[in-house]
Nanobody, 125 residues
Framework: QDHLVESGGGLVRPGGSLRVSCAASGRIFVTNAMGWFRQAPGKEREFVAYSSWRSGRTYYADSVKGRFTISGDNARNTVYLQMDRMEPEDTAVYYC??????????????????WGQGTQVTVSS
């Protein structure tokens, strides 16, 4: 079965760090273009980070640039999002997904499929 499973969420203090993981299975390989998104209560799902290992390109939302890093482990077929210097505004459910369309921009939710179930990240003192 083709799916993604996120893990690693939890509670972290402001200024702290956390790494969330996204394990792919079935016919999904992290050598595909992958994205991380997040959704806070009452808000729309928003783009966080993107990586295409084939092209070598990575992109980040302005709100996380310089603090978050997307990476992948092909042997484990897993994508990671390392989050440093976290802020309360980073509190959200974090999702990973595979880019399945190239009709718009890399940050568009509609470009992605095979969404995981998400992992809750809470930044609070």
């Amino acid at each position: 079965q083709d799916h993604l499973v996120e893990s690693g969420g939890g509670l972290v203090r402001p200024g702290g760090s956390l790494r969330v993981s996204c394990a792919a299975s079935g016919r999904i390989f992290v050598t595909n273009a992958m994205g991380w998104f997040r959704q806070a209560p009452g808000k729309e799902r928003e783009f966080v980070a993107y990586s295409s290992w084939r092209s070598g390109r990575t992109y980040y939302a302005d709100s996380v640039k310089g603090r978050f890093t997307i990476s992948g482990d092909n042997a484990r077929n897993t994508v990671y999002l390392q989050m440093d210097r976290m802020e309360p505004e980073d509190t959200a459910v974090y999702y990973c997904a595979v880019r399945v369309r190239y009709s718009e921009n890399y940050y568009g939710v509609s470009e992605y499929g095979y969404w995981g179930q998400g992992t809750q990240v809470t930044v609070s003192s």
